[in-house]
Each structure stands twice: as C-alpha cells, then as structure tokens.
C-alpha cells in the first residue's frame, strides 16, 4: 500500500521560507522519481520540481533558483525548501511518486501553503 504523507505547509508573508516534507512508505523509495506538484486556486496541476533516482533535479522555471528538492533514502523522505515565496505560490503542494519504468504514480493529499501579507 503506496502512501505519501506531506507537511510543512503553513501562511507565509511574502519573501518567507519553508519546507516541505514528504514521507513516503510502501514503496522502495530509492527506485522512485519523486516530485512536488502544486495546485493554485483556479489553476491546472503544474509541476514544481523532480528528482530522480540519482538525485538528478528539475525545476519549473517559476521557482527555479528559489526552490530546492531534496531527498534522504535512509528516511524516504523528499523535501522542498521553498525561499522568497510570492503570492503567486500560493496552493496546494503534492507529494509524488513515479516509478521510472512501471509507469505508475502515486499521489500526496496535499497540503496547503499560503504566502500573504
């Protein structure tokens, strides 16, 4: 049973910092792609960040040189530290996982960041 546990997500002023934490369990987490999506209010799911097995990353450009994803196989636990949050950043934050040649993922409940003053 694949369950991916995300937190951290709490209101923030503009030009704020905070990490987000995804614990992952059921899977072998050292063979999977993970990802952080985000869902603003009235937009589509975009992707925020990967990376991958080796711990190669990706970054969509609206949070590149801001964000930063990370992972720690010995907790199988994937963050994003999130600095110089907007407004625009404001949404819900997903945790995913995606197994590389399997083509299957596995999705976060969310949790919700909020960046106002």
């Known amino acids: 049973q694949v369950q991916l546990v995300e937190s951290g997500g709490d209101l923030v002023q503009p030009g704020g910092s905070l990490r987000l934490s995804c614990a992952a369990s059921?899977?072998?987490?050292?063979?999977?792609?993970m990802g952080w999506y985000r869902q603003g209010p009235g937009k589509q799911r975009e992707q925020v960040a990967t990376i991958t097995r080796g711990s190669a990353t990706n970054y969509a450009d609206s949070v590149k040189g801001r964000f930063t994803i990370s992972r720690d196989n010995a907790k199988n636990t994937v963050y994003l530290q999130m600095n110089s949050l907007k407004p625009e950043d404001t949404a819900v934050y997903y945790c995913?996982?995606?197994?590389?040649?399997?083509?299957?993922?596995?999705w976060g409940q969310g949790t919700q960041v909020t960046v106002s003053s």
């Open positions: 059921g899977i072998i987490f050292s063979m999977y792609e």
């Open positions: 995913s996982a995606r197994h590389p040649i399997m083509v299957t993922r596995s």
